[in-house]
Antibody
Framework: EVQLVDSGGGLVKPGGSLRLSCAASGFTFSDYTMNWLRQTPGRGLEWVSSISSRGTNTYYADSVKGRFTISRDNAKNSLYLQMNSLRAEDTAVYFC??????????WGQGTRVTVSS | QSALTQPASVSGSPGQSITISCTGTINDIGIYNFVSWYQQHPGKGPKLMIYDVYSRPSGVSNRFSGSKSGNTASLTISGLQADDEADYFCSSYTTNSTRVFGGGTKLTVL
């Protein structure tokens, strides 16, 4: 089955760190650019970061630049998001998503991140 | 505040058609045909329904169609069914090489 499974979310204090993971199956993971997006009731959906198919190019939203790092392991069919210096406004449901070209054609189920003291 | 503007809610009866609008600017919808639409049921990840303004992924019903005029894109759902009840989001590529989303529209099937 073609799917993405997000994991790693949880409750963390402001200034803390968390690492999200996304396990891909059912397709050739190394062929695709991959993304992280997040969703909150107040701000809606927001693109967070993307990484090229071989991992050579990475891009970040201004709101997370310098704090978050996207990476991938094509041998393990996995995508990661290392989140440091977390803030209350980073509280959201985070999704990984596949990107064949200017669209997100496959999404994970989401993992919830709560930043609170 | 989202970069793209959608109505907060729309409704229709089974069998009817509805249209959801998505208004952006010359820097996103107005200049690119990289507009996509997503359906999201509660507690689930979004599902791609339309991409590149008009195209449907394999497996998506032809009751879903997309269009664009100027800075506004639209999603039309014909022959409404109960399972169409969900949130719908539009998205566009931008001149900053990023993606922007609409705030979402809640579709209620009466």
């Amino acid at each position: 089955e073609v799917q993405l499974v997000d994991s790693g979310g949880g409750l963390v204090k402001p200034g803390g760190s968390l690492r999200l993971s996304c396990a891909a199956s059912g397709f050739t993971f190394s062929d695709y650019t991959m993304n992280w997006l997040r969703q909150t009731p107040g701000r809606g959906l927001e693109w967070v970061s993307s990484i090229s198919s071989r991992g050579t190019n990475t891009y970040y939203a201004d709101s997370v630049k310098g704090r978050f790092t996207i990476s991938r392991d094509n041998a393990k069919n996995s995508l990661y998001l290392q989140m440091n210096s977390l803030r209350a406004e980073d509280t959201a449901v985070y999704f990984c998503a596949r990107d064949p070209h200017r669209r997100f054609d496959l999404w994970g189920q989401g993992t919830r991140v709560t930043v609170s003291s | 505040q989202s970069a793209l503007t959608q109505p907060a809610s729309v409704s229709g009866s089974p069998g009817q058609s509805i249209t959801i609008s998505c208004t952006g600017t010359i820097n996103d919808i107005g200049i690119y045909n990289f507009v996509s639409w997503y359906q999201q049921h509660p507690g689930k990840g979004p599902k791609l329904m339309i991409y590149d303004v008009y195209s449907r992924p394999s497996g998506v019903s032809n009751r879903f169609s997309g269009s664009k005029s100027g800075n506004t894109a639209s999603l039309t759902i014909s022959g409404l069914q109960a399972d169409d009840e969900a949130d719908y989001f539009c998205s566009s590529y931008t001149t900053n090489s990023t993606r922007v989303f609409g705030g979402g529209t809640k579709l209620t099937v009466l």
